[in-house]
């Protein structure tokens, strides 16, 4: 085991996860889960984290997958949790909590980061509680993209079509159709090489996918928090200054 250690946080509407991963990325501890506190509110949430941080003893950083928009480790749009998330300084309450670096990113890019091959055009999205999305060109980050606002069914989101309060409602047989629908029309949208399907409703999944889709293990959400230490996200831009910088040469 090498050291820096890295606490891997997720965040998910339904359930708080952690896992320790040593300097190459590897886990070294059991993964643990407490339920996400309602109301979700940043106190309640930040007592779990505590928890989980003493629970699994020494590590050297922190990364951190959030449900909602990162800005300058301040988030906002976390429409899972609790309205009280918006402008509230994540990143830095962490480190003056547990006296670590600390590093965050939209929790579908976390999973994104840990899943994708780094090669073309690359879309993730998470099924769980809501609709996670990350997109990836070459590997490089698309920052703060939300397919899961946008409308996919009518006047219905992505996110209210396929989030769990609509598997519930509809059944799983349904659920299925539409998302076989959502995987359609954002096949059409991005062209992408390749998608990745996670989160925790990834395994309900009962209908045969396209060969371009695969689903992930809902774990990459914790261990793509390594990578947020390795240079894949060096700013929020980080990603589209490339693609423009590719796009404009000769």
Known sequence: MTAPYTLAIDIGGSGIKSLLL????????DRLRKPTPRPAIPSAILLVIQELAIAHGQFHRLSVGFP???RHGITSRAINLDPSWDDFPLQRVLQDMLGVPVRLANDADVQGLGAIQGKGVELVITLGTGFGSAL?????LVPNLEIGQHHFRGRDTYEQSLGQAALDRVGAKVWNRRLLKAIASLQLLFNYDHLY????????????????????SNDQGLLGGIKLWQGAINSEFAGIIKLCKAQTEP
């Open 22 to 29: 040593d300097g190459q990325g590897n886990p070294i501890s």
């Open 68 to 70: 909602g928009v990162i």
């Open 136 to 140: 990836f060109i070459n590997g490089q």
């Open 197 to 216: 399907i996670g989160g925790g409703n990834a395994k309900k999944i009962t209908v045969p996918l396209p060969a371009n889709v695969t689903v992930v």
